[in-house]
């Protein structure tokens, strides 16, 4: 079976530390892969996906990179953190070209708190 | 253009009684339809989905929603709710050209009293 891992749970940077979150799908081969971003009482903003190694594409101008240096792991990136980074993040994967449906699923999730 | 609507900001009902989160969508082509749900600090969790197949579509845990075409809904009934589905739920829109243009509802808060 596919599992999902994402870490650190928590998190708590000051402003203007660099951040990176590891992301690592097992159980698949060639997954698209997605960083989620949600702030509080918010709903999810789609940041970044990937289709194969290397391949991102993003979809909100913003202080964050993201990275497939491997199939099944996707990084995310900052040089300088922002208060408004504050926010619980999450790693999704995808089944690529499923003929009906692309369901998503999520890892657990890190919650990042820039003070 | 995709987009979707979730009517309702919280919802809150009583143990043992039905539950209805009320969804709405705009799709330019055929659409995968999905509910998730999330428990604080949790990620999120796929209840179900609908994919052109049978219009009424079970989930797990008791969950099961309508795809309506003439009414561009797709609500989330449970016939008695348990303490235990306290939670956010998302409701989702793809449109079938590589689960990249997926959108994401604003999510409904489900509080559920003794």
């Known amino acids: 079976s596919q599992t999902i891992h994402q870490w650190p749970a928590t998190l708590v940077q000051p402003v203007g530390s660099p951040l990176s979150l590891e992301c690592t799908v097992e159980g698949t081969s060639n997954p698209n892969l997605y960083w989620y971003r949600q702030a509080a009482g918010r709903g999810l903003q789609l940041l970044f996906y990937s289709v194969g190694i290397g391949q991102i594409s993003s979809e909100v101008p913003q202080n964050l990179s993201a990275s497939r240096p491997q199939d099944r792991q996707f990084i995310l990136s900052s040089k300088k953190l922002l208060l408004s980074d504050s926010g619980f993040y999450l790693c999704a994967w995808s089944i690529p070209w499923q003929s009906t449906g692309y369901e998503q699923y999520f890892g657990p999730g890190t919650r990042l708190t820039v003070t | 253009a995709q987009s979707v609507t979730q009517l309702d900001s919280h919802v809150s009902v009583s143990e043992g009684t039905p539950v209805l989160l009320r969804c709405n969508y705009s799709?330019?082509?055929?659409?995968?339809l999905f509910w998730y749900v999330q428990h604080p600090n949790k990620g999120l969790q796929l209840l179900l989905k609908?994919?052109?197949?049978?219009?009424l579509v079970k989930g797990i845990n008791g969950f099961e929603a309508e795809f309506k075409k003439s009414e561009t809904s797709f609500h989330l009934t449970k016939p008695s709710a348990h303490m235990s589905d306290a939670a956010e739920y998302f409701c989702?829109?793809?449109?079938?050209?590589?689960?990249?243009?997926?959108?994401f509802g604003a999510g409904t808060r489900l509080f559920v009293k003794a």
């Open positions: 799709s330019s082509y055929s659409p995968s």
């Open positions: 609908y994919t052109s197949a049978a219009t």
């Open positions: 989702v829109v793809s449109d079938n050209t590589g689960g990249f243009k997926t959108i």
